[in-house]
């Protein structure tokens, strides 16, 4: 009789079946089991299909890579731990010590860490830029150029880029790297405006629960084969849970996305006119600056994010959320299932110089709603007390 240490130690036994699930499998491991030297050969070649070790590549990875991939015109990916994941994949397998990188000045702020950490450490050049300024961003292209990074709608500001108008200032040799967190694929897909590789927090809407933490990029094959080295050598791998639950997230983004754009529309116009609201970006709104581009790029497909300027900075927005909270809570993020606020000049850009930020136009007294699945009514109501005098 078989020991039961043994027989416990080589538990987890999955009986073969042939009728196939009707939800995806999780694939929670570390390695595959192989069919012998010969065969790990043709796996590793490419020629057989098949896995052999989770931070090289997972069915997981695939099933969510493929679905992000479908919706954004491209037809290969790599997934990644985390949007900055995502970001390191890509930039690391693209530029060298010496190359110039020139970026958005409204940017993510981990982004804009993220670039100058690889300016002091490792020598990479680069230049923040006032993207919608054609002229200033034609002055500040070097021979050394090698990438643009932009965000399709910015945070928290909400500006559009004007995607057409940026890829022809740049021309073919520089890669253009559009973050297209905020947008999603179901307001506009970067591929068709001329981004090369288009990059995703996919902890915010593409999963759109609150409980993931997953990046993602996409684009030409080539590309792509560079960034999953990276991706595989830095271990920036992501994790098969992950995947799987925003592979579940993905199938109800459009009725997400659809859901948010008409109910923050209906807040961003209440708001608009409400005597503690000093300013209020929502691209949706014809006095925001890029309401054009939000109608020809997005389609009207504004998104859920509205940002909010009041009087009296940091105490008054203090005193907002805590009278929103627990209904609407205070939570660093975006894009959960659930209305949430969230405070850029002591969150995403906090590490920002207080010159950098106030350059960006995010004030003390801008807070970021995102807008979330709940009833109009209800959010307005609880909005409306918490703005009260
Ligand atoms: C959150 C976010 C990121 C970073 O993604 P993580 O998943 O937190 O690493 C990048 N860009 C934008 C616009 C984001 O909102």
Redo the contacts with the bound molecule.
Sequence with gaps: MTHPATVATRGGHVPAFSTPPSAPAVYMTTAFDLPGLAGFEEILAGREPGYFYTRVANPNHEAFVHDVAALEGFEHGVACA??????SAAVLSLVKTGDHILCARAI?G??HQFLLQLQSSFQVNVTFVDTSDMEAVRKAIRPSTKLAIV?SVS?PLLEVCDLPALKETLGSKITLIV?N??ATPCGLRPKDHGADIV?H????YLNGHGDV???IIVGEDEAMRKARASMLLYGLNANPMECWLATRGLRTLPLRMARVTQTANELAQWLAEHPRVRRIFYPGLIKHPTHGLANSLLKGSYGGMISIEVDGGAAAVDTIFQRLAPAIPFSP??ADARTTVSYPAGT?HKFMSQKDREASGITEGIFRLSVGLEEFADLKKEIEQALGE
Aim: no cysteine; aromatic share 12%.
């Design positions: 985390s949007g900055m994941g995502a970001l993510y981990s982004t965000e945070n973050d967190t905020f990059w927090s996919a902890s915010k933490m997953l990046g993020t975006l995403s």
